[in-house]
DNA sequence: AATCAGGTTCCATTATGTGGAACAAGATGG
DNA sequence: CCATCTTGTTCCACATAATGGAACCTGATT
């Protein structure tokens, strides 16, 4: 992965927030000199982008020169996050889930061809809820992704789905479109999406797709187990409870859903 | 208050993120025509812009034509706060100092003439932990705020200080840089800075400054009560544990500490 | 002391964002 | 039912703001 993708058509945002996304998506700590490998562009350039992020807040510099995302976009995400209808909506339902079956639920949306998760309901306290939330995995690997790629129109989830870069990240991960499209005809059909170890060896999820009327938002909601505890067969339990769930999420959501109730 | 303040010189980007934070900070969901009045721009320079953002997934358009911001937004604050070291650091302190108090625990550093809090530990489950994380409030009025006030230099304070515009949300706000800069000097006397209901009404606390060695990040935390429950007399007997926790976050600090540990 | 790598500043060039004006599409109302 | 207003979108000549090369710091390293 040597540079980031450049969006194209967006000028100097774009730039700017690529210089972001780098950051955001390293594993450690970026000094100057790292950014300026990964992302091609000239030093002069890279140290202005560099400082106006920093000036509105966005990027900090560590003592030791090294870069992190900045304080505001908490406070951003904070307000995006409360004022998710979507996920208010949704709560209640998510809690009556985990009520019935004891494990965590997960409720998330397609941004492209990521899924992003938006709430999360688990049973032990000790992990910290925020810990997930805001989170993102790709979508052809996730049960909820797989939801939500089930009901976009053909052709714009064929778009997305020619986007990906199909990684192995365990023995079962599909590994190409056309598993994948082989797939999303089959959730359609049940109306339920598995993910079957596909992201994480021992963890496995069924899912149900949400999404607006429009589907101008469409995600879904997933119970995940680990394998050794919940078997396949107990997940397809679930399935039925996971749609009905989902159904009713849909049916609260009101007619001109927007992001805020 | 007409138009959000414009970054000047961050250009194009500040006029970019000036947009969301109007977005952001909108009690309600925003249509074109809002923004166009509470930003002066052209219309069709404004609705450039909003493309940009939209296709950059920082702003959503609703069904309703209405704006909020993108989801794009949490996936970055996700990794902005996982990658918090202050954060991870204080985080065992802080749970002492809750098992200690048995009120609600705050951790907050200054960002501008604001408080953004990172962390919070309370006692009610039913209360979702994240709702506040992100969060921000003025400094002048919070134990937070004025803890990280007292411990920058001087003439830093006073340059922020300068920035405010205080707002009297209660009896007893202070109501001027003069009072506040007097409460500074007793803070850094004390160790001790109190919120005495300085922001909400029935809500006091007693902080106590968290920073870095070079006062690259200050901020500090508090133990926030209701006063029907916890006198002042009550909140002013944990001074001490609020100071020593404080202390023993400020220990635990790498030398060279970066917002990631 | 000399060299080098990392980081910052400067400024002429040019690409990019700007904003006025024209256009489209609903509302409103006379 | 047509006229008019209000809201939202597109276009393009122009000016501003981003660009990137080069010069310049600074502190390691030899």
């Given amino acids: 992965m040597a540079s980031a993708k450049i969006s194209s058509d967006t ?13 955001a998506s390293a594993p450690e700590p970026l000094r100057f000199r790292d950014l300026a490998n990964q ?8 140290h202005r982008q560099i400082s106006n992020l920093i000036e509105e807040g966005l990027l900090q510099v560590n003592p030791d020169q090294s870069y992190s995302l900045g304080l505001r976009l908490l406070k951003f995400a904070a307000q995006s996050w409360s004022q998710n ?4 909506i949704a709560e209640p339902h998510l809690r009556a889930l985990h ?12 941004q492209g061809t990521e899924v992003i998760y938006l709430d ?21 690997c996730t049960g909820v992704g797989k ?29 190409n479109a056309k598993a994948l499209l082989r797939e999303l ?30 589907r101008s938002i469409t995600g879904g909601l997933s119970v995940t187990a680990p394998c050794y505890r919940i078997s396949q067969r107990q997940l397809e339990s679930w399935a039925d409870d996971v749609r009905a769930t989902a159904q009713a999420i849909i049916a609260d959501l009101p007619v001109k859903m927007g992001p805020r109730a």
Wanted: one cysteine or more; aromatic letters at 4%; hydrophobic letters at 35%.
């Fill in 85 to 88: 209808g979507l996920r208010e």
């Fill in 120 to 140: 999360k309901v688990e049973s032990r306290q000790a992990v910290r809820m925020h810990s997930q939330v805001g989170n993102s995995s790709p979508c052809y």
């Fill in 185 to 214: 005809d089959e959730i359609n059909r049940t109306g339920n999406a598995y993910d079957r170890e596909e992201h994480e060896p021992g963890i496995h999820c069924v899912a149900a797709p949400v999404f607006t009327a429009d």
């Fill in 39 to 46: 992302i091609d562009q000239p030093r002069g350039t890279l």
């Fill in 147 to 175: 939801a939500g790629l089930s009901v976009l129109p053909r052709d714009e989830a064929e778009a997305r789905i020619a986007q990906i870069n199909f990684h192995k990240f365990t023995e079962t991960t599909l590994p």
């Fill in 11 to 23: 000028g100097t945002l774009g730039k700017a927030i690529s210089v972001l996304d780098v950051i």
């Fill in 99 to 110: 009520e019935l079956t004891g494990e965590t639920v997960h409720l998330g949306v397609l």
